[in-house]
């Protein structure tokens, strides 16, 4: 009877375990970074993409950048760690000081993200009676290899400007004088 | 004799093997509107729409259920939504991290099921669409 009453406690735990898993909905934690640059190239900053170049380059060196951070209670995070002031900020930072026009091959790995359960879960903790302020490290693992171009970049060709509204409207037509040839149809007045 | 109370579970493990296997195929672009997936990059021309990463953690009860589903598989389905969403066509030089969990682990996880295994998979990859990138039309002042 004593046996049956120690296996109860375990399948109960494990029960609970599997139970709490499957009503689990927020288990996935994505994190997001704005855009890298495109091709054509807007000839803005310094080139970033995850894969191939489109231009002859040559190689400077490899850069890794860890940047570190502190999510507090679930809610908020300080620091550098996060994908887009890595990726965009420090890496293209670094890359102009060692001379290079852009970075290529980047990875990046968010390494601890936290998911919406353990967000709420570090937020539960935090503001409960007698709790005290959670706080975790994150940390973002980013690197590339700094290349120098030795051909030009595809540019991207700028559209033409265009004009507002109130200037695109057609002037005012002065009234026709009898015996005045009338302009042809499509033809821009000056 | 004692030690021979545990070789039938060392023989089950060895026959278990140390390698660990996971497949999974990365749907491709067969029409307009549809997600790919690729661990290489794309042709040009291409606007980058963002960087995108999904980490899935979940655990292994038993020592062979995956409750959470966290496989290569699922995580990929659980990402095709946020593709969408940001209005990329796909996502190119895709990296895929997985806990890999051997028939060993399963094994070793049934016995102490009462200890379930933690397992996490994670992709990584750059968001993107296909087509030159839009551009921003300048209004000049008057």
């Known amino acids: 009877m004593k046996t049956m009453h120690i296996t109860r406690i375990p399948v109960a ?36 993409t995850t894969g191939d170049p489109p231009a002859k380059y040559k190689t400077l060196g490899f850069v890794q950048i860890r940047g570190y951070g502190v999510a507090i209670a679930g809610l908020t995070e300080v620091g550098d760690a996060q994908l887009n002031g890595t990726i965009r900020g420090t890496l293209a930072t670094e890359a102009t ?15 601890n993200p936290q998911n919406d359960a353990e967000k709420a879960q570090d937020a539960y903790n935090s503001f409960r009676r007698n709790g005290s302020i959670q706080t975790k490290d994150r940390y ?13 970049l595809p540019i991207q060709q700028p559209l033409p400007a265009a004009v507002p509204p109130a200037a695109a409207a057609p002037p005012p037509v002065a009234p026709a004088t009898p015996g005045a040839p009338s302009p042809p149809q499509g033809t821009v007045l000056h | 004799m004692r030690p021979l109370r545990f070789l ?11 390698t660990s296997v996971q497949y999974v195929e990365f749907p491709k672009r067969t029409a307009p509107g549809t997600i790919f997936f690729t661990a290489e990059a794309v042709k040009p021309p291409y606007e980058s729409v963002g960087v995108i990463q999904l980490t899935r953690k979940g655990a292994r009860v038993f020592g062979f259920a995956d409750p959470v589903g966290t496989d290569l598989e699922t995580a990929m389905k659980e990402l095709t939504p946020q593709i969408q969403t940001s209005g990329a066509d796909g996502v190119a030089n895709v990296r895929m991290h997985s806990t890999p969990i051997t028939l060993g682990d399963e094994i070793l996880g049934a016995i102490f099921f009462f200890a379930p295994i933690g397992t996490q998979v994670t992709i990584t990859g750059e968001l993107v669409r296909l087509g030159p990138p839009r551009q921003q039309v300048q209004v000049v002042p008057q």
Do not use: W, Y
């Open chain 1, 13 to 48: 735990l494990v029960a609970l375990v599997v139970a709490s898993l499957l009503v689990c909905g927020g288990c996935n934690a994505i994190v997001r970074g704005g855009p890298l640059s495109s091709v054509p190239h807007d000839n803005h900053g310094v080139f970033l």
């Open chain 1, 97 to 111: 000081k060692m001379g290079g026009t852009g970075v290529i091959h980047i990875e990046f790995e968010d390494e």
């Open chain 1, 140 to 152: 973002v693992t980013v690197t590339g290899e700094v290349v120098q171009f030795t051909t030009p």
């Open chain 2, 8 to 18: 039938p579970l060392l023989a089950l493990l060895s026959l278990g093997g140390c």
